[in-house]
């Protein structure tokens, strides 16, 4: 099976994450300094600008920030997933990863309901972290 | 101590085209015009205009890199001229670098142009972002949308101040019908019909829980104003319109990375409008300003930044639109010209397309959609997302 969607470009902040994705692991990076967790990757702590870094792995466990079903593709390789869910996952740790909803009815999905990771092996080299209902 | 540019900058001459799918009018046509109306408008030649500065956000599909296309379809002479892009606040980009020219000394009469043709790249949003989101497209970016950037806006919205959807659709729905019966008394607007609160709430959903009527529309079009030094305005015109105080905040990141950001407002809106008031010496918008043009790309947006301009309280913004406070009666009409919704939104125009709403307002020259003796107008843009943003705040003033 093909994967026809636009693939993620690895680049030297991003290659932990994504290779974590490969093995099913939920890597987020926490401050050797002052202890922020953070999410989207990035060389330095926002807080506190160390380079101190520590990859931790996260339970895959949160909760929904925010959400929209889309129904209008704007991306033409997203038409036949119509009308699909993005969200704002916030982790256990901490931080908010921008992801899709997996695993249920389109109209189940609220603010603040509980989610785990569902990952989606798109390719040998990736793997996608989506998030579907706790049951 | 830097004082601001407030009180030193007077426009003096403005033009706007018509706005809409424009196929027989190049990019070149539209400035011409916009040219011609403010040239007439102020009373003077085109010799007289010292630097210019122009507007416009994807080269790509316009009118090329650089200042030049301004130069040569306008044939200024051998000026200073600097092309800017700053995403949506592209337009009022141009107009800032006019005013900080005059009001530096530096020049004495400066012109700002801005302009877009989107309709040609047959595209029914904004262009392809691609590029732009860059690397994580997939994983940072999943297949998030322009709309459903904004849609989660009023997702958080909503749950935060427990609306339910069919109320806060309702709200979303009055801002949009509002602005549609403005476009009806504004000859230039793009679309210019009535549109009920039902059919809006009924239309089909772009990305839940915005609908096809909370979005705005996209159209080509060009605006452009002449100013000069304060002092020396009465030279020109006996009713200028005065610059009062023009910011833009860009975000340093912190509303992705640092958490804290509860994703139900826009934090550059309220920092760009904090340091627009504090120019303009205004201490209470709700009380001080006459009327508005915010960044309504999305019904939420308008919303949200009655709260971030702190003209509503927060979570108290729907009980201000459904007592019809922002309506063109109301105490603080918003969109008095129709707004995004009704004009599209030609990015590098559309900053200055609103201040041409002020100016003509403050002039008492609006027609139909008059506003009864106005003191003090405010235009926004807001350019990216909500959680990275880009976003200008203006305020102009009839005295000094
Ligand atoms: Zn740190």
Same mark, same amino acid.
């Given at each position: 099976m093909t994967y026809n969607k636009p693939l993620p470009k690895i680049n030297a902040d991003t290659k932990e994450f994504w290779n974590g994705c490969k093995q099913h692991l939920l890597k987020i990076q926490k401050c050797g300094d002052c202890g922020f967790v953070r999410y989207p990757?990035?060389?330095?702590c926002p807080r506190c600008h160390s380079t101190e870094t520590e990859w931790i792995v996260a339970a895959g466990k949160g909760s929904v920030y925010s959400f929209t079903v889309n129904h209008v593709a704007f991306h033409p390789a997203f038409q036949e997933d119509l009308p699909y869910v993005v969200a704002v996952v916030q982790l256990e740790e901490g931080p908010h990863m921008l992801t899709n909803i997996v695993g249920c009815d389109l109209s189940e999905v609220r603010c603040d309901m509980p989610v785990e990771v569902a990952w989606e092996a798109i390719t040998g080299e990736f793997s996608l972290p989506k998030f579907r209902p706790v049951l | 101590m830097a004082q601001g540019i407030n009180n030193e900058v007077a426009i003096i001459g403005m033009g706007c085209t018509t706005f809409g799918e424009l196929w027989d009018r190049s990019a070149s046509d539209l400035m011409v015009d916009a040219f011609q109306e403010a040239l007439e408008d102020a009373g003077i030649e085109k010799k007289d205009i010292d630097a210019a500065w122009f507007g416009t956000c994807f080269d790509e599909?316009?009118?090329?890199? &650089?200042?030049l296309s301004l130069t040569k379809t306008l044939k200024l002479p051998f000026i200073p001229a600097t092309r800017v892009e700053n995403f949506c606040a592209s337009g009022t980009e141009s107009f800032r670098g006019a005013c900080y020219a005059v009001a530096s000394g530096a020049c004495d009469i400066a012109l700002a142009m801005g302009v877009e043709k989107l309709k040609d790249t047959g595209y029914g949003g904004l262009p392809d972002f691609g590029n732009l989101l860059g690397s994580q497209n997939r994983a940072i970016f999943a297949n998030l949308t322009a709309p459903g950037g904004f849609a989660m806006l009023?997702?958080?919205y909503f749950d935060k101040y427990g609306l339910s959807p069919e109320e806060g659709k309702r709200a979303l729905a009055h801002i949009s019908s509002?602005?549609?019966h403005n476009g009806t008394l504004s000859p230039k607007a793009h679309l210019r019909s009535e549109v009920s609160i039902e059919k809006i709430m009924n239309a089909p959903i772009i990305a839940w829980p915005l609908g096809l009527f909370d979005c705005c529309g996209?159209?080509?079009g060009a605006a452009c104003a002449i100013v000069c030094r304060a002092s020396r305005a009465s030279e020109f015109r006996k009713d200028p319109v005065y610059v009062k105080g023009l910011q833009i905040a860009v975000t340093s990141g912190e509303e992705m990375a640092h958490q804290k950001w509860d994703?139900?407002?826009?934090i550059p809106t309220y920092r760009a409008g904090c340091a627009a008031f504090k120019e303009a010496g205004i201490t209470n918008p709700r009380e001080e300003i006459s009327m508005m043009e915010v960044h309504d790309c999305f019904s939420i947006t308008e919303l949200s930044t009655y709260e971030d301009l702190q003209? &509503?309280?927060r979570g108290k913004a729907v009980e201000d639109i459904e007592a019809g406070f922002f309506d063109l009666d109301g105490t603080i009409p918003c969109q008095t010209d129709g707004g995004l919704k009704?004009?599209?939104h030609p990015i590098g125009a559309s900053g200055i397309r609103m201040i041409y709403e002020e100016y003509k307002q403050l002039q008492g020259k609006a027609g139909e959609r008059q506003v009864a003796s106005p003191r003090i107008g405010l235009t926004h843009n807001l350019g990216g997302f909500p959680c990275m943003s880009v976003v200008s705040v203006a305020v102009f003033g009839n005295t000094l």
């Open positions: 990757p990035s060389f330095i | 599909v316009n009118v090329g890199k &650089s200042a009023a997702t958080a509002k602005s549609h996209v159209s080509d994703g139900t407002h826009v003209i &509503s309280p009704c004009f599209g």
